[in-house]
């Protein structure tokens, strides 16, 4: 069975750095074809790609976001982190990870969210 | 401003049959699979069509999904109460990049 958690600050300050992890279970981190992204959701808004992360360490990132984000794993503690610098207010939602079929780039399970406020 | 296109909303009463539109361009859908997302209000998006088409075990074949050219349409028939929810579609861009559609919340009279 699948899971992805997320977990990190619930409070970040503008201008600070976060850092989510996505710890997951049930696969590895190094089986083909496989990845996990991460995504994000303001509050009553859409869904927003961030980075995702392959088997093979391939990495991609959203174009508007890319300076600011970087998607790293750990494949001895069967994580995923996400960094994200120069937090802004805009940046408060829920973030999610999610398992990420390769072939057809869709996520077939999602972890439960976690929500971050950015606010001094 | 979300790269795909949806309708903002959408409605129709029990046991009819609604349809979800999601436009995007020939860097996204017009050249990859289209997958669609049901989120209930507090929870996690759930996959519930993949490769345009594709239910995943567990999803009711009153969920449907097609493309065509540059679009995709999500079709629920004989809709419940229980569908009520919001919908995103998602595909992958030529930026390298995953991308949803803005959502659409189904409300089911």
């Known amino acids: 069975q699948i899971t992805l958690k997320e977990s990190g600050p619930t409070l970040v300050k503008p201008t600070q750095t976060l850092t989510l992890t996505c710890t997951v279970s049930?696969?590895?981190?190094?089986?083909?074809?496989?990845?996990v992204g991460w995504i994000r959701q303001p509050p009553g808004k859409a869904l927003e790609w961030l980075a995702v992360?392959?088997?093979?360490?391939?990495?991609r990132y959203s174009p508007s976001l890319q300076s600011r984000v970087t998607i790293t794993k750990d494949t001895s503690k069967d994580q995923v982190v996400l960094i994200m610098t120069n937090m802004d207010p805009k940046d408060t939602g829920t973030y999610f990870c999610?398992?990420?079929?390769?072939?057809?780039?869709?996520?077939?399970?999602w972890g439960q969210g976690t929500l971050v406020t950015v606010s001094s | 401003q979300s790269v795909l296109t949806q309708p903002p909303s959408v409605s129709a009463a029990p046991g009819q049959k609604v349809t979800i539109s999601c436009s995007g361009s020939?860097?996204?859908?017009?050249?990859?699979?289209v997958s669609w997302y049901q989120q209930f209000p507090g929870t996690a998006p759930r996959l519930i069509i993949f490769?345009?088409?594709q239910r995943p075990s567990g999803i009711p074949d009153r969920f449907s999904g097609s493309k065509s050219g540059t679009s995709a349409t999500l079709v629920i028939t004989g809709l419940q109460t229980g569908d009520e929810a919001d919908y995103y579609c998602?595909?992958?861009?030529?930026?390298?990049?995953?991308?949803f559609g803005g959502g659409t919340k189904l409300t089911v009279l």
């Open positions: 999610g398992h990420v079929v390769s072939a057809g780039i869709h996520i077939d399970f």
């Open positions: 049930g696969f590895s981190l190094t089986s083909p074809g496989m990845g």
């Open positions: 992360i392959y088997w093979n360490d391939h990495k």
């Open positions: 020939s860097s996204n859908i017009g050249t990859r699979y």
């Open positions: 490769d345009n088409s």
């Open positions: 998602g595909s992958w861009d030529s930026s390298l990049s995953g991308v």
